[in-house]
């Protein structure tokens, strides 16, 4: 089993919509959760962390369930400068210094 | 806005030769890192600093090496390049009291011909 597994994608989706993503984690231990966004060819950047209790920043709600060990990113009223490769990140076990990226997953929104 | 920053932005070079990748920050952080990431890929730790003098091995770190002799500055060394270390290079780094949030660096892209 991959440590961090997400889907893919590319998920192709209209202005407007609502789309969501999960992402799997194999270490019960991890305790940091994080949403980064990549662009085509450049460094990522943080989206927003990921808490228990969930959390939302503005379009960006991010959820966390612990005993299936996966996080969700949903964004709502989706942007054309939303399009960007999506990495759900988790730190290792208790090492927070140690954090495991997935491979993305690649959004495109289009007019 | 993240002030971190690499260099060279784009490397080729031949088989066998001596590389230093540089990466400085100017925040302060303590925690400094590299990754290296293939296209499409996941970003894999190479190395990491919790602070001056002090370096780990990630899990893909066994053909280079780092230092911290200052917080700002963590360079990555490949003693020989190989065309198997072409990739792209990614540095980042984080402050211990900010919930491991990490910040990058714009990349190296390495080619070893």
């Known amino acids: 089993r991959k440590e961090v597994e997400q889907d893919p994608g590319p998920f192709n989706v209209p202005e407007g919509a609502t789309v969501a993503f999960n992402c799997t984690y194999s270490n019960s231990a991890s305790q940091s959760f994080f949403w980064y966004r990549q662009d085509c060819r450049k460094e990522p950047k943080l989206l927003m962390s990921v808490y228990s209790s969930g959390n939302e920043d503005g379009r960006f709600t991010a959820q966390l369930n612990r005993a299936s060990q996966y996080i969700s990113l949903l964004i709502r009223d989706s942007k054309l400068s939303d399009s960007a490769t999506y990495l759900c990140v988790v730190n290792w076990g208790n090492n927070n210094n140690d954090m495991r990226f997935g491979a993305g997953t690649r959004l495109t929104v289009k007019p | 806005e993240a002030d971190i920053y690499q260099t060279p932005r784009y490397l080729v070079i031949g088989t066998g030769k001596k590389i230093t990748l540089e990466c400085s920050q100017t925040m302060g952080h303590d925690k400094m890192y590299w990754y290296q990431q293939d296209p499409g890929m996941e970003l894999h730790l190479i190395h990491y600093s919790y602070g001056v003098n002090s370096t780990e091995k990630g899990d893909l770190s066994s053909e280079s090496t780092v230092s911290r002799i200052r917080t700002e500055h963590f360079p990555l060394t490949l003693e020989s390049a190989r065309p198997s270390h072409t990739s792209q290079y990614l540095c980042?780094?984080?402050?211990?009291?900010?919930?491991?949030?990490?910040?990058f660096g714009p990349g190296t892209r390495l080619t070893v011909t």
């Open positions: 980042a780094s984080g402050s211990q009291g900010a919930g491991n949030e990490q910040y």
